[in-house]
């Protein structure tokens, strides 16, 4: 017998919290999140402010077999003119039924709203984990997105969802750092007049993360699924992000008056120290993830932007001479880059590098209700 249960007690939570552990406990490449990082932001996540969300568990036998929950962001609706429920923290077991199941559960919902579409795999916002994952199922994602088993695309496509947008993310082999960005930006250094904004510590850091941040809301305005963040939000990623920032993997630009015009974040991957920890900050998880932050094997590029009114100016040639500099020096072979939707020309730079391949692709998926 199959059963469809929404998630209400402390319990339940729990129990959604830790299935994908059971699903995955197999698998080489699953990289298990933080189990206290899973409840924050079910439970206590800024975004909750705009945000309805519906969690369920679906049981068969006597046993979980798969989780889903329903998202309704309506501050993005209202941005955005849309009517939208998303679909989030999907996983199950390779069957149609409980998949079907599940996902009536959240268009049932959405159409009870009167909304009209349902997408995802998405959260709050973009700048939680979105999007699935249809190419690369050999490796081992960053930290900032979810794994999926490769029977998970056709599933949904099973009950008639459609591709909306792919996110395409590059493997860099590290060497000297190419010519032609070299040259273009000392063309637009001397053009822009930017230059490197330093800091002393991560207590300067996160006195300018607001900063930080407002220029991310401006670089990133236009972007797929984004909406900008709050102070409440910004305020939660810098305690969250910023207190395992490693200094020399962040650089931003500024203006002639030190005003940040562009930024990027890096850290050392922290996968393997995440499936180390098995979900478990204590007793020896902070130990494995403390350790990974040490780690010089992948450097992870997790976020990059500039201002719109550079958008066309060359600039991000500026930090990412920067940067490559800087990994090289730290002894990286390897760069992740972020993130990108397939038809940003942002992306374009990884095709001036020699040893740069597409390694993962992931997809976002939308359907009328």
Not at 232 to 246: G, H, Q, Y
Not at 257 to 277: Q, R, T
């Amino acid at each position: 017998m199959l059963e469809i249960r929404e998630v209400i007690t402390t319990k339940d939570l729990k129990k959604f919290i830790q299935f994908p552990k059971k699903l995955y406990k197999d698998c080489p490449y699953y990289v298990p999140p933080l189990d206290q990082g899973e409840w924050k932001t079910l439970t206590r996540h800024p975004a909750l402010d705009f945000c309805d969300i519906k969690l369920w568990l679906a049981h068969k036998d006597g046993e979980i077999v798969g989780r889903i929950a329903g998202i309704i962001n309506k501050k993005c609706n209202e941005i955005k003119g849309q009517k939208r429920i998303r679909f989030g923290w999907f996983d199950t077991i390779d069957d149609a039924a409980v998949a079907k199941a599940l996902f009536q559960k959240v268009e049932e919902w959405g159409r009870s709203r009167q909304l009209t579409e349902i997408c995802g795999p998405s959260r709050y916002s973009n700048m939680d984990k979105q999007s699935m994952l249809i190419e690369g199922f050999d490796r081992t994602p960053p930290i900032t997105s979810d794994y999926n088993f490769p029977y998970y695309p056709a599933l949904v496509e099973q009950l008639g969802f459609e591709k909306e947008v792919d996110y395409i993310q590059y493997d860099i082999e590290l060497h000297e750092v190419p010519e032609s960005i070299v040259r273009i930006s000392q063309i637009v250094n001397q053009r822009c007049k930017v230059h490197i904004r330093p800091f002393k510590n991560k207590k300067e850091l996160k006195a300018i993360g607001r900063d930080f941040f407002y220029v991310l809301n401006e670089s990133y305005q236009h972007i797929f699924n984004f909406i900008p963040l709050t102070d409440k939000e910004i305020d939660w990623l810098i305690d969250n992000d910023f207190s395992v920032a490693v200094k020399d993997l962040i650089v931003m630009l500024a203006d002639e008056n030190d005003k940040i015009v562009g930024i990027s974040f890096c850290l050392p991957s922290l996968s393997e120290g995440f499936k180390k920890a098995k979900g478990k900050l204590f007793p020896f998880g902070w130990y494995h993830i403390l350790h990974a932050l040490k780690d010089r094997e992948v450097v992870d590029m997790f976020l990059t932007g500039v201002l719109p009114q550079y958008a066309n100016s060359g600039i991000h040639a500026i930090y990412h001479k920067e940067l490559q500099e800087r990994f090289c020096k730290m002894g990286f072979p390897h760069a992740l880059s972020s993130q990108q939707l397939e038809n940003n020309p942002a992306s374009r730079i990884w095709q001036k590098y020699d040893a740069a391949e597409i390694v993962f692709r992931r997809r976002c998926y939308k359907k009328d209700l």
